[in-house]
């Protein structure tokens, strides 16, 4: 069964730093493309992040040199360092696995509020 596990969401203040991970299983991880999308209640998921195979990386505009997606490849687990976060970085951010069908985890929430 596939699952893609979020964690390391929670409460920061603006300028604070989270690492979120996403343990990946019943998957060929080190064959997929991997995205990090984060979503605010009400309003459309949007991409963050994502990470090749190979460790190529691509970012978002307003996440760019404050963000970093990483993947272990050994440990089938994609992470994201979030550094000088902001309260419009507040979302429920999602792992995404992408295959046929894609693979979505749960959700981790992220708020940043002083």
């Known amino acids: 069964q596939v699952q893609l596990v979020e964690s390391g969401g929670g409460l920061v203040q603006p300028g604070g730093s989270l690492r979120l991970s996403c343990a990946a299983s019943?998957?060929?991880?080190?064959?997929?493309?991997m995205r990090w999308y984060r979503q605010v209640a009400g309003k459309q998921r949007e991409f963050v992040a994502s990470?090749?195979?190979?460790?190529?990386?691509n970012y978002a505009d307003s996440v760019k040199g404050r963000f970093t997606i990483s993947r272990d490849n050994a440990k089938n687990t994609l992470d994201l360092q979030m550094n000088n976060l902001k309260p419009d970085d507040t979302a429920v951010y999602y792992c995404?696995?992408?295959?046929?069908?894609?693979?979505w985890g749960q959700g981790t929430q992220v708020t940043v509020s002083s």
């Open positions: 995404n696995a992408v295959s046929h069908p894609n693979y």
């Open positions: 990470i090749t195979t190979a460790g190529t990386t």
């Open positions: 019943g998957i060929a991880f080190n064959y997929l493309f």
